[in-house]
């Protein structure tokens, strides 16, 4: 997987979930989610309570920072049963910061994060309306599965990431 070469490499920076980020977590995802479909009873589990739903079961959530400012941000949801160990969920980029490359960068660094952690196999889901993340995620090297129970009407594709094969 090669990185896109850009000018922003300097302005980016990506850090961990903190207090201070959870109005912009929320703020960004809103915002697409509601640009494009509904808020569903999911969405507002990990949106509100992000400590409760990922942070304190093992998952992560970074943050994209432009100038100490969030404007991008990425879950990484630790699976307690099936065939998947890890979730890449919440992926959101405002849409000043879009062409910049952050959600390669977010996409590239919560693969790390959940091979560091000892994931095998990461999950995503998604829609096939949003032409740009599903054109990242196959360049990120995620590949299409069928037949998994999701709880978003609005999931009509659904990823897996190989963690264990080398790149």
């Known amino acids: 997987m090669e990185q896109p070469n850009t000018n922003y490499e300097k302005e ?11 109005k912009a977590y929320r703020d960004l995802n809103v915002a697409w989610i509601s640009q494009y479909f509904e808020m569903e009873p999911s969405d507002f589990k990990a949106l509100d309570s992000p400590e409760a739903y990922i942070l304190e079961k093992g998952g992560r959530i970074l943050v994209a920072l432009i100038n100490d400012e969030p404007v991008g941000v990425c879950a990484l949801i630790r699976q307690e049963e099936g065939p998947f160990d890890f979730e890449m969920a919440k992926m959101a980029v405002a849409p000043e910061a879009r062409g910049k490359h952050i959600g390669w960068r977010l996409g590239k660094k919560i693969i790390e994060t959940a091979k560091a952690m000892g994931g095998k196999v990461l999950y995503l889901e998604s829609n096939t309306i949003l032409e740009p993340a599903i054109k990242l995620y ?14 978003y009407k609005r999931c009509n594709i659904q990823m897996q990431y190989d963690l264990t094969k080398q790149v």
């Open 12 to 22: 980016v920076r990506i850090v961990d979930f903190e207090q201070q980020y959870k």
């Open 138 to 151: 196959r360049k990120l090297g995620f590949e299409e599965v069928t037949g998994y129970e999701t709880p």
